[in-house]
């Protein structure tokens, strides 16, 4: 039975090739066409034949069999090996395994089948209830202990989150399938990690890390046996092939392809070689595209050429058919680059035909390769010369019924020839009747004088106009009176002299009320080429002009915040250093306008030479290799994630600034390096101020250096004169009583230089930290839906703006905490305390915070009593307790209680009066010591995600301990991890002095 049904699959594909290519000619067209027509009806009819005549054997075998645990084993053998290309037919055998080995309690026979039917159902995509079924099954291979098991279910686990995108859940399931394989040991467990490794590798191919992709590669060769995984090997140095091709080694990437070939070879591996062969066409025809020398360029190609038809000769020998149409399009692409455009042609057409047809074609070799592997285990001769037999009478049914097929089809054809030549049939009408009413645009129809004869249910569903008020009446109805009469004008002027028509129009439906369309108006014409009527296709593109309105808000929005730090300078460029974002602060700074230098300007025209020469060749001593300029000016920042540099910038005067720039790495929503974002600070006046304090320290030095020559000739005339003595040591006593205010007052002014400055430093890198995020993945996504606007859906668009609209708004709450604390920093917030009841303030505070509390289904008990007072500012302690419960609601779990308390009478140990202690307290996920001894720190401002992944500004510690600390008390935390956290702080009862 196999040998017919493989002469067969193979006849009908070589016969295909063969009419294909006697179709090149134009004359033998439509033979070719009807040729085709019988053959692929007799491929297909051959193949639901053989697919239902294996199914049925194996039900044959399967029912045969007496004990119920072999059959449990051989249903889940068959449904191994029927997974891939039956996947319904599979989870229907596995289900008959799994009933069985309830009855019976065989717990591994349930597993397998569980896990089996897991892999066909991932295998038609429906991955959520393969995962289940995955889960179940791995839950009794951890019953029985059964270590092999429970290694494959992992690896099957991984696959699913791999294909579904989801890399570090892949990733996680992968490595315990590795650890497992570990544990079991030997030949099988080398191969079970080798096989780990490789799928690790693909995980850092799919996010974009080659060099992590070759080590796994490389790990997994190294476990495998020469002799035993040769088909592995071959694969593994295809994809290590492919990433050193990638990076632009090709040497490496030819050599690993040699390797491949060996591996093939020797385990005689004919697809093998044709999947590797292709490969090396498709190298060297990249090679050939890219090469300007055209020596060079015709060596590639003849190469290509060479390998694609050595890849077709060993593709041919297996009958390795996927092949084909990979190989067709290289030397499709091969012929064009060479200017062979006759070649060209005739491969782009057999390369068309190849890839429509390969399914079938493929679905035919999967089955026949499916009973090769079934009539390797029937063992007895009778059972195959039945088998044998029913195959010839399963090839006779096949022949005849695609020969019924063909005489049908002659039928039809001579039949429909006597009709009318115009005249659809009943039923294409019908079905063309059915498509119109049923589309989702509104279709109308109208005659050649513009009245109404035909409308959709769409229509009616749109307008609110029924057919039998619009019948006969002028598309008129609709105008909503926003266009003038030459625009309709030259609407008809376009129909009428037979073109389409195509715009964007604002129409009035039945209510008055105004929507937007996207019409297209098409002439339609009789045999005689007159036209008879208009055809207008219409589509209500009223949501999606919001959602563009919306954009172009948050666009606006955006382009706002950036404006706003006028004295900031903020520049982002793509990937090669031209600006697309130049804000208020970089004009301000440069003298630039943002229209003279975005998508014209590179970044490093505002650079100084000389800084730029310096700083590319010390990276260039340090890495030992030849860099560009720019490159040397974020290397930095992309190993580091982050630089703070001092540069000199050349102005449009001419003039320099002295600005310290934070340079960040822009980060697209896909994980991709994008650009750079340079958030800049003039320091020219901080120079300068540096300098003069430099040269008056160098003043005094001096003036002191000559004060001690006088003094050491006054005490010379001292020695002489007792009187002269007296009187100038008082003089020197009261000189050198000025000398020492003097540098005090210096001393003290330089110290408050120094720390002003590092406090704006520290401002300017909280800024570009928490601002580089949300502004780059809002750009990202905007860059996205300008890009693809019109291919999202409703949904999809109300989705990612909903996304942009959650990340202006955090980036807002951070420029509010920013600001507060800058005012607070700075001294210019009001500061108005005096005793108040604390209970208010709390209830306040519970208040405001009581509907995030309620979205957790949190609980805040308040246990302090009315009759406690403290001497506070009502603002700041207000804002103290917010940002306390907000922190404990977002660390806390659902369902559980928040508790503020206090204590009357503390004793401060710094302070003689007393104070009041209060506490907020939660049993949430907790921390431990090393992340406490990070709070209240700004140069260690840290925001951890909340129990569902809530977001923070990491600013509300800050300036909790700035607003506490403004009233003498003192803020601290205790905490445990998985236990919970307390926030203590303290208050005076009243004024202290």
Request: proline content about 1%; charged content about 25%.
């Amino acid at each position: 039975m196999l040998v017919i049904k493989k002469i067969f699959v193979f006849y009908i594909v070589r016969k295909s090739i063969f009419l294909y290519k006697v179709a090149t000619n134009r004359r033998g067209a439509m033979k070719f066409f009807s040729t085709a027509i019988l053959l692929l009806l007799l491929l297909y009819s051959a193949s639901l034949a053989i697919t239902q005549s294996e199914v049925d054997s194996l039900w044959s075998s399967y029912n045969a069999l007496k004990d119920d645990t072999a059959k449990v084993n051989k249903i889940y053998q068959a449904a191994l090996e029927m997974y891939e290309d039956y996947p319904t037919q599979t989870v229907k055998f596995s289900e008959a395994g799994i009933e069985i080995s309830e009855k019976i309690n065989y717990r591994i026979g349930k597993a397998n089948c569980l896990r089996v039917k897991g892999i066909a159902l991932s295998n038609i995509g429906d991955f959520n209830r393969g995962l289940d079924y995955f889960y179940q099954s791995l839950a009794i291979y951890k019953q029985i202990s059964d270590l092999p098991g429970i290694a494959k279910v992992y690896a099957n686990i991984a696959i699913i989150f791999f294909i579904e995108g989801n890399f570090d859940k892949s990733l996680e399931y992968n490595q315990l399938a590795y650890r497992v394989h570990d544990s079991i040991g030997g030949e099988g467990s080398s191969v079970g990690k080798a096989r780990c490794l490789a799928n690790l590798g693909n995980i850092y191919r799919a996010q974009d890390k080659p060099d992590e992709a070759l080590g796994s590669y490389y790990k997994a060769l190294r476990l495998l046996d020469s002799s035993a995984s040769l088909k592995s090997q071959s694969i593994l140095y295809d994809n290590i092939a492919a990433i050193y091709f990638a990076k632009g080694d090709y040497d490496k990437a030819f050599s690993a392809e040699s390797l491949a070939i060996e591996a093939s070879r020797k385990e005689k591996s004919m697809s093998g070689l044709a999947y590797t062969y292709t490969r090396l066409a498709e190298f060297n025809l990249s090679l050939a595209q890219n090469e300007k020398n055209q020596s060079k360029k015709a060596a590639y190609l003849s190469k290509c050429f060479e390998q694609a038809f050595k890849a077709l000769e060993f593709a041919d020998n297996v009958g390795q058919h996927l092949t084909y149409s990979t190989i067709y399009h290289a030397l499709y692409l091969a012929y064009k680059e060479k200017g062979d455009y006759a070649n060209a042609l005739k491969y782009s057409e057999i390369y068309n035909h190849t890839k429509d047809s390969l399914f079938t074609i493929e679905k035919s070799k999967a089955v026949a390769d499916l009973d090769a592997k079934y009539e390797i285990q029937l063992k007895q001769s009778q059972i195959e010369v039945l088998e044998s037999q029913k195959a010839k009478d399963l090839f006779k049914f096949a022949f005849l019924v695609s020969l019924l097929l063909l005489i049908i089809i002659t039928v039809i054809i001579i039949s429909f020839k006597l009709k009318r030549k115009n005249q659809l049939s009943e039923s294409l009408i019908k079905k063309l009747t059915e498509a119109v009413e049923q589309s989702a645009n509104h279709i109308m129809i109208t005659n050649i004088d513009g009245k109404i004869e035909y409308i959709n249910k769409r229509f009616t569903e749109v307008t609110g106009y029924t057919k039998e008020e619009t019948i006969g009446q002028s598309p008129n109805i609709l105008k909503s009176g926003t266009y003038s009469k030459s625009e309709y004008k030259e609407l008809w002027t376009t129909v009428l002299s037979g073109k389409t028509w195509n715009s964007e129009l604002i129409n009035k439906k039945k209510s008055g009320e105004l929507y937007w369309e996207k019409n297209i108006i098409t002439p339609i014409f009789n045999e005689k080429g007159e036209i008879t009527n208009f055809i207008s296709i219409k589509e209500d593109i009223t949501e999606s002009k919001k959602a563009q309105e919306k954009i172009e808000s948050t666009n606006k929005m955006l382009n706002d915040i950036l404006n706003a730090a006028s004295e900031i300078a903020i520049i982002s460029t793509d990937i090669d250093g031209k600006i697309n974002i130049f804000n208020k602060g970089a004009e301000f700074i440069t003298g630039y306008q943002a229209q003279e230098v975005i998508g014209r300007a590179a970044l490093l025209e505002f650079y100084l030479d000389s800084e730029l020469k310096q700083r590319a060749s010390e990276v260039r001593n340090e890495m030992k290799m030849g860099i560009s300029d720019f490159d040397a000016l974020v290397i930095k920042a992309n190993t580091d994630g982050s630089e703070l540099r001092e540069w000199t910038y050349v102005c449009k005067d001419k003039s320099y600034r002295a600005v310290s720039v934070v340079l960040y790495p822009i980060i697209s929503v896909d994980g991709d390096r994008t650009g750079y974002l340079f958030v800049a600070q003039d320091i020219t006046k901080r120079k300068i101020a540096e300098q003069q304090l430099k040269e008056l320290n160098e003043s005094l030095e001096l003036k002191v250096e000559d004060r001690t020559k006088e003094l050491n000739n006054a005490l010379k005339i001292i020695e002489q004169a007792n009187e002269e003595l007296t009187t100038l040591n008082e003089s020197i006593a009261r000189e050198a009583k000025k000398l020492l205010e003097l540098n005090e007052k210096l001393g003290i002014s330089e110290n408050e230089l120094k720390i002003a400055n590092q406090t704006k430093d520290k401002f300017i890198s909280i800024i570009a930290h928490d601002l580089r995020n949300p502004i780059g993945g809002i750009k990202s996504l905007l860059e996205i839906l300008n890009n693809y606007f019109g291919s999202y859906s409703k949904e999809d668009l109300e989705k990612r703006l909903k996304t942009a609209l959650y990340a202006s708004t955090k980036t807002y709450d951070l420029l509010e905490h920013l600001l507060t604390w800058a005012q607070t920093t700075m001294g210019n917030m009001e500061f108005n305390p005096q005793v108040s009841s604390i209970y208010d303030v709390v209830e306040k505070t519970i208040d405001v915070t009581k509907p995030a509390a309620e979205q957790k289904s949190i609980s805040i008990m308040n246990s302090i009593q009315k009759n406690h007072f403290a001497y506070f500012d009502e603002k700041c302690i207000g804002t103290v307790l917010r940002n306390l419960i907000t922190n404990s609601i977002k660390y806390s779990h659902k369902n559980s209680v928040i508790k503020i308390d206090i204590k009357a009478d503390y004793i401060d140990s710094e302070h003689s009066e007393n104070y009041v202690m209060i506490s907020i307290a939660d049993s949430g996920i907790g921390m431990s010591e090393k992340e406490m001894d990070k709070l209240f720190k700004l140069d260690k401002v840290q925001s951890m995600p909340g129990t569902e992944n809530e977001a923070g500004t990491g600013l509300g510690l800050i300036l909790c301990k700035e607003f506490v600390e403004k009233h003498t008390g003192k803020i601290w935390c205790d905490s445990k991890e998985g236990v919970g956290t307390t926030f203590f702080f303290t208050l005076p009862k009243k004024a202290i002095s």
